[in-house]
């Protein structure tokens, strides 16, 4: 990371909101479709509220939250999956979202067929993956079970062989959701090894619920709880803050049901 | 640099055009998408070819032989029967008219293939959709080549009968990838419109079940418009397909070109839906990654 760039602001959003559309009944989305213009059929189910964020360049951002507190959406919206419901958002540079390791796997084609297809899916070009077929496969480690069908995995191989495709992707902006929970101890250090290197000149934001990989990679801490910012800045400062509010909540409710 | 802007839920156009460069836009955005995603649309198409040619025991029996199966027993279903106009005509009418139901079911079956595929389209893709960025408008595409794969293994199996049958082709086959373009252009508008609502209700693909083998009787594949009555040899053309299938039969099974009037419709049907179809998706493709 050169000193001259780390001031440019590669994300910012400006009271970024997302709101799922919530309908009562299964028909009602067709009479939102066609008389949309004249009344509201589904009730707004806000996931994400008020997101204030300026990521620069070089940044690695590690994102806290408990389950459903909407830290996943904020990423798809990032990642321009999904667009946002209100507010502003920019993203600068090529986006590789590692989401969920794997989805795009077809359980009967080989390792090798799934590296044309999640490589071209990340957006590389058919010259660009088979050049560097070699280095994902080395990446991977799973040898001879390149040439075997997908279904024969184990959770652990797949997830081997997805990193590697992502890591090969030569990304401005990597978005990591727990991507890593899976694989064996060296396995995940090699990934963290090799963030961290990715981290030099690219940008990371990144989920986990592991303190110890927030602490390690990221210089930066974002804590969402109910859809908003509840702190950020120091990682941590934040995963202290973070494991004392749920301790607390854990105790709320267990004095909440020795009290019934 | 890519740069995405967003603002309040609309993605931001930065230069303002006026209406001409709008709709040069609009005419040029499928084809430059369909350009710009090329390697991720020929891997899945290759992935989807394996799988329909590698992945099945059959292979590529499902795409040569049972097709000659099922013309076969149409023929001698409409040939046997006593009722028909067909019965008691001679066994080279009914070769003959054995090439005119292939001739029918080509076009055909490239539709039904796409009708019934297109609206469970989006969600049979929906983890690529939900959770990579995914160009989710190539979907269409890629199912009308795939289905446009086996039509043009279709069409040349119909040659080589053609040829064993008669001994000679007319010299007016060569027009017969002019008439898959169109054909393939109005299907794929087709597709981008029904997997649009088939994301939203799954009613689209029951719907499909119902309506595609109706269509078949909708559609001149066992007999022709010219042995209709008047005001129905017209309104048959109200079923686009039929144009398609008139012009193949007059271009390989007759050898003289498709009239004109025919063309015109042709051209006018698919372009039509072509960009219908594409507008449609497009407008509502934000929803449809949240919906589906």
């Not at chain 1, 401005?172 to 991507?179: G, R």
């Not at chain 2, 005509?89 to 009914?94: E, F, G, L, P």
Request: glycine content about 6%; proline content about 4%; some cysteine.
């Amino acid at each position: 990371m050169s000193s001259s760039t780390s001031s440019e602001v590669v994300v910012r959003t400006r009271h970024l909101g997302k709101a799922y559309q919530l309908y009562a009944r299964r028909g009602d989305w067709l009479k939102q479709v066609m008389f949309g213009w004249y009344k509201t059929y589904f009730k707004p189910f806000w996931v994400l509220r008020d997101i204030d964020l300026d990521v620069y360049r070089g940044d690695s951002i590690g994102i806290l939250g408990r389950n459903g507190c909407g830290k996943s959406t904020l990423l798809q919206v990032i990642c321009g999956m999904t667009l946002p419901s209100n507010g502003e958002l920019r993203v600068t540079g090529r986006v590789a979202p590692v989401l969920a390791l794997g989805a795009t796997f077809d359980a009967e084609l080989s390792g090798r067929e799934n590296i044309m297809i999640g490589g071209a899916v990340m957006g590389l070009k058919r010259s660009e993956v088979l050049r560097k077929f070699d280095s994902i496969a080395e990446f991977a480690g799973i040898g001879d079970y390149m040439e075997q069908p997908v279904k024969h995995y184990s959770m652990g191989m797949r997830t081997r062989l997805a990193f590697a495709i992502c890591a090969h992707v030569e990304a401005e902006i990597l978005v990591v959701d727990e991507a890593l929970a899976v694989g064996d101890a060296a396995f995940q250090r090699k990934c963290l090894d090799w963030i961290d290197s990715f981290r030099r000149n690219g940008t990371l934001l990144f989920v986990s619920h592991s303190p110890a990989e927030v602490r390690r990679l990221c210089n930066r801490a974002i804590w969402i709880e109910d859809g908003r910012i509840r702190s950020q800045g120091e990682p941590s400062v934040v995963i202290r803050a973070y494991h004392r509010a749920l301790a607390m909540e854990k105790d709320d409710i267990h004095r909440f049901s020795v009290s019934e | 640099m890519p740069s995405v802007k967003v603002v309040n839920g609309k993605q931001i156009v930065v230069e303002a055009l006026d209406p001409s460069q709008r709709l040069k836009r609009f005419l040029a955005k499928p084809f430059l998408q369909m350009w710009y995603n090329q390697d991720i649309v020929l891997a899945i198409l290759r992935r989807e070819l394996r799988v329909r040619f590698t992945g099945s025991a059959g292979g590529w029996f499902w795409a040569v032989v049972a097709p000659l199966f099922a013309i076969g027993v149409y023929t001698f279903a409409f040939t046997t029967n006593l009722q028909m106009p067909f019965a008691e005509a001679a066994a080279s009418k009914r070769v003959a008219y054995a090439l005119f139901i292939f001739s029918g079911l080509i076009v055909f079956n490239f539709f039904s293939e796409m009708a019934f595929r297109s609206p469970m389209l989006l969600h049979e893709y929906a983890h690529f959709i939900k959770q990579t960025i995914f160009p989710s408008d190539m979907l269409a595409v890629i199912s009308t080549l795939r289905a446009a794969t086996y039509t043009g293994i279709g069409t040349i199996v119909m040659l080589i009968c053609v040829v064993l049958v008669t001994g000679r082709l007319p010299w007016t086959v060569v027009l017969v990838p002019l008439i898959f373009v169109p054909l393939s252009a109005f299907l794929m508008g087709l597709a981008w419109f029904m997997c649009a609502v088939g994301a939203f209700t799954r009613d689209a693909g029951y719907l499909m079940i119902n309506v595609v083998p109706l269509f078949m009787f909708m559609t001149p594949v066992f007999f022709s418009h010219t042995s209709m009555s008047f005001p129905y040899d017209v309104l048959i053309y109200l079923n686009a397909l039929t144009a398609y299938v008139e012009a193949i039969r007059d271009v390989v099974l007759v050898g003289k070109f498709p009239n004109p009037l025919v063309i015109l419709w042709m051209l006018a049907t698919s372009i039509f839906t072509f960009y219908f179809g594409y507008w449609f998706f497009d407008r509502y493709r934000n929803v449809i990654v949240d919906v589906i």
